[in-house]
């Protein structure tokens, strides 16, 4: 069983006119892994602990299913939640900790049994069940986490920023293992990270936010090609974009010696946005711009170079064969359709 | 991740040489503080040690002057007499009674109202604790007279409930599991709650087992201070049949005669519970006394 949630225009504040979350609205399907990411502060735990029943909304809808849970206390929401420190109970065994939530809704004794041994099986903690968390390592406290919420079969998986306590091969071994757990038990899933790795590789959609409010929504792929801000364009991708500032005048954009035929674009002030992995040795054609080498940072297949491009401190990843040096001066170009401009003042995207 | 062996050398080996010993001083085999502590510990231990010198002496001893610290022959017997002298078995078991219940009363009744204190918001919420807190300003003998005439409305004067009800929870234990509920992390209730648990079950089943070092703090200074509460008893029972011990041990001191030895005999044995309550108790004592302040 699974089910879709809804937002429409919910606002949270805390003190009267400061919205930690402001008229957010998104649609999540049955069975889809949404995530919502942005920066610290941006409300997207609010946003989660509204779903959850934790927080209750200033104002607007929060829809489980096709039924309205503003009102609904979060034990009666039928939702599951992975909390970023785990709170596992640290007096009760992994097996106790896993029975919790059944035994609170009272399920037969021996369904009890057989759920908590099939999500012990399925996670790998069959070993583990009579120690306590204290025991355990941070990797098997996340999976007994994940176990507790698995085991109550909910219709909603919230997960609050849940492999940021591991370290960094942990982290990426268990967000591996979550992909492919949701997608042998596609269980409508809403997850919160400010990690964009995290968000570009595990969701279906994307919800990027930022000072409470939705920036953009869409699936991974549509929200690192497309972005609809400079936020945006910044915050997905790594190394970010690289945001140059620059002027259009009759069609024509121009950033330092960056100069991009591009019609359409209303004259004034415009920032330029170009990916670091766009940009590669200039070819005919090409609109092009020079890049003054300070750093040279070889990763094997490609080298991440930082230096200064039209006055700007930027970065670019380019083929290893390219050998390139510090402290010389390398002419790149880039592809004009993967060139964004956005607009200086509000900073949203011009196509 | 860190423990993996760079290049097969263990990491330990990558250590460098411990800092050279500092040149060995001669050194007292205990801190200096202890000087100053031990003559404190001196003097707290003398009415101890003298109690225990004049329950062993004869009558004629006991009344010496200057006493006698340290009497020659030990009169056993003296806790037999007194033993027999008074019901002292009746007023233990009182005592007993009146301990129990009021720690139990305690543990229960702070803990609930510490809970509402520590996790519920509610409107005044944070008035009404400083409120409470205040209460703990108050002087007992200030509040003996309104606490009677209470009781006495009740129609509990001279009765077991007359001497418990008054005593069932008190400020100091709401405030002391206040701070420590405070303390605990609230993503483990946020758990529960999803998981279904009631307010009350989160209560029992996951702040409580987590508080034992708090509880058991409030349970033995909650013990501590019924079975050595003399005054309130003293006011509000008037009759042997609910008196406890310490009520007991005045009837040693007769209008007519004084026998301290006789005195200092029954109240060794009043002091023994304590004695074992605290020999067994201690460590959570110590622990939680340090917990009891603010945050760790």
């Known amino acids: ?351 | 991740m860190t423990t993996e062996p760079l290049l097969g050398v263990p990491p330990q080996q990558f250590r460098l040489d411990p800092p050279p010993e500092e040149p060995r001083r001669r050194r007292l085999p205990f801190s200096p503080w202890h000087l100053a502590l031990m003559p404190i510990a001196a003097v707290m231990l003398l009415p101890l040690v003298w109690m225990v010198a004049v329950s062993l002496e004869t009558d004629a001893q006991s009344h010496a002057f200057p006493p006698l610290l340290f009497p020659k022959s030990f009169q056993f017997e003296n806790y037999k007499t007194a033993f027999n002298a008074v019901p002292f078995a009746h007023f233990f078991l009182n005592s007993l009674l009146y301990s129990l219940t009021t720690v139990a009363g305690n543990l229960l009744f702070c803990s609930l109202a510490a809970y509402a204190f520590a996790r519920m918001r509610f409107r005044g919420s944070n008035i009404l604790f400083v409120v409470f807190l205040a209460t703990l300003m108050v002087p007992f003998q200030v509040l003996i007279i309104p606490t009677f005439l209470i009781v006495k409305h009740l129609g509990m004067v001279d009765s077991v409930g007359g001497l418990i009800v008054p005593n069932l929870c008190n400020a100091f234990g709401i405030f002391l599991l206040r701070q420590f509920f405070r303390t605990l992390p609230i993503e483990l209730e946020e758990a529960a709650r999803i998981d279904g648990t009631s307010r009350l079950g989160i209560l029992f089943k996951i702040v409580l087992p987590l508080s034992l070092p708090a509880l058991a703090t409030l349970g033995i200074i909650q013990f501590m201070w019924s079975w050595n509460d003399f005054l309130w008893p003293l006011i509000i029972i008037n009759s042997d049949t609910h008196a406890p011990l310490q009520l007991g041990l005045s009837m040693f001191q007769g209008a007519h005669a004084q026998h301290w030895n006789l005195l200092m005999a029954a109240t060794v044995m009043s002091q023994l519970p304590m004695l074992i309550v605290f020999l067994f108790a201690q460590r959570w004592f110590v622990q939680s006394l340090a917990f009891s302040g603010m945050k760790q």
């Not at chain 1, 399925?122 to 204290?134: H, I, Y």
């Not at chain 1, 849940?162 to 042998?184: F, Y």
Request: with cysteine.
């Open chain 1, 1 to 351: 069983m699974s089910a879709s949630v809804m937002l429409q225009e919910v606002t949270k504040e805390y003190e009267p006119g400061k919205a930690a979350v402001d008229r957010l609205s998104l649609e999540i399907a049955d069975g889809e892994f949404m995530i919502l990411v942005g920066p610290s502060g941006c409300g997207k735990t609010t946003a989660l602990r509204m779903i959850a029943g934790l927080e209750k909304p200033t104002s607007g809808t929060v829809r489980i299913g096709d039924r309205v849970v503003n009102e609904v206390s979060p034990r009666d929401r039928d939702i599951a939640m992975v909390f970023q420190n785990y709170a596992l109970y640290p007096h009760m065994t992994v097996h106790k900790n896993l029975a919790y939530g059944l035994r609170q809704r009272r399920t037969p004794k021996d369904e009890v049994q057989k759920r908590v041994t099939e999500v012990a099986e399925l996670l790998g903690l069959d070993e583990l069940l009579k120690r306590k968390p204290g025991q355990l390592s941070g990797g098997q406290r996340q999976r007994v986490a994940m176990g507790r919420a698995l085991v109550r079969d909910p219709e909603v998986f919230l997960l609050d920023e849940p492999l940021s306590n591991l370290d960094a091969k942990l982290r990426a071994e268990m967000r591996t293992e979550l992909k492919r757990l949701h997608q042998n038990l596609p269980v409508t899933t809403i997850y919160v990270t400010h990690d964009q790795v995290e968000a570009m590789t595990l969701g279906d959609h994307i919800a990027v936010m930022r000072d409470g409010r939705l920036q953009q929504f869409g699936a991974p792929q549509e929200v690192y090609d497309r972005p609809a801000n400079v936020f945006v364009a910044g915050f997905i991708g790594s190394p970010p974009m690289n945001i140059l500032s620059g002027v259009a005048r009759g069609g024509r954009v121009s950033a330092g010696d960056f100069v991009l035929e591009r019609p359409g674009v209303p004259d004034g002030d415009v920032m330029v946005g170009l990916r670091p992995q766009a940009l590669r040795p200039a070819s005919d054609g090409m609109p092009v711009l020079d890049f003054r080498i300070d750093v040279v940072e070889p990763l094997g297949d490609e080298v991440v170079l930082h230096g200064t491009a039209a006055a700007t401190t930027a970065v670019a990843c380019v083929d290893a064969r390219v050998r390139p040096s510090a402290g010389s001066v390398l002419r790149l170009g880039i592809d004009p359709a993967d060139v964004h401009v956005f607009d200086a003042a509000s900073g949203s995207a011009i196509r």
